[in-house]
């Protein structure tokens, strides 16, 4: 698979980048569905793995998107 040039990537305008990194979401999710399943090391499957298990333990612990991203970038 050819390696593509990041830098010219990074030189189109912006409206192109949001398309590009659309489509490239969307390719990732269209594999997903597929059952093409992403490479993740042991320690990322455990890890997704506990959090699974806390996640049904008590799904009442887990944080809403909505505070999560004001924590992170303030109040809307």
Partial sequence: MATPDVPTL????????????QKLWDSIVEDAIMGIELPLAASD??????RLREDD????AAIRVGRGAASVWGPP
């Fill in 57 to 60: 333990e008590d799904p009442h």
């Fill in 45 to 50: 499957h455990e890890l997704l793995d506990q």
């Fill in 10 to 21: 990074l030189a189109l305008d912006l409206e192109t980048r949001l398309a590009l990194v």
